[in-house]
């Protein structure tokens, strides 16, 4: 299927900008076109396609993540906050969203939504698959993400984007924190076999990122840095995530992952 979206507007469109105002401020209707080849428009339409579906996926994540910790009996405090997070994705999007249509609309996506969310290994006890939902949202999807998204509004001088960036890094760091927040609580609490278990999920959530920074470099490949993209120093500071914002934190609650795997994914 290919991946939609749908607005209602009125009173829940209404609720929404209550709790996270200020999307209206930004500066829509900005971005020159004219100024950019139109392989760089393509190119951005095309990063910021992605980008909507990302923070998509991010929302159905933190949701099943709620409901994990809802159901292993987490502190109610740190539930309250992957359910806020939830609200910060699905903002994301719409703000991904618009500017995606200020680029000229999106490019088609297919993907199976019955598929969006992650899901933990099978008989895993509650305890055990919130962990494992944590470690894959939260400890690495997100850790990832903050790098990237920050190299990218530093190398972006197009007002609108920047603005766009700069909101969705203002929630990204405490995203990334959930994870580590929820193991403070939940790491006693797990056997040495489920530590070993999430040892593995890391890495192979780790991997699947690994070609952001370990494909070689498109020469073809148009970079719009007005309109929001990476660079060589982008791919460094993603390396670089890997040891110091995920294995080594992780390794802090027991969870070890296998250093040659690191060394492979940081090459």
Known sequence: MIFELDWRGGATAARLHARRP????????????AR????????ARKIWSNGVFTEYASAAAFSALTTA?????APVDL??????IV?????HVELSARLTMELGGALPIEFDLANVAPVAAAGARPLARAAEIAIVASCVSESLSVPAMARSRAI????????VLDRLLADEGPHARL????????????????RAHLARVAEDTIEVYAPLWQSPACDACPLPRGLGGHDELGRRDLRAAVEQRIAAPLARYGIELDAERVREFAA
């Open 69 to 73: 910790m809802l159901e292993c009996g």
């Open 156 to 163: 972006c001088d197009e007002p609108l984007v920047r603005a």
């Open 22 to 33: 200020g999307g209206d401020a930004l500066p829509w209707g900005t971005i020159d076109l």
């Open 179 to 194: 994870g580590f927040w929820f193991l403070d609580w939940a790491a006693d609490r797990l056997t040495d076999a489920e």
């Open 87 to 91: 609200v910060d994705e699905l903002f």
């Open 36 to 43: 950019y080849p139109d392989a760089h428009g393509v190119e």
């Open 79 to 84: 539930v309250a906050m992957s359910a806020d």
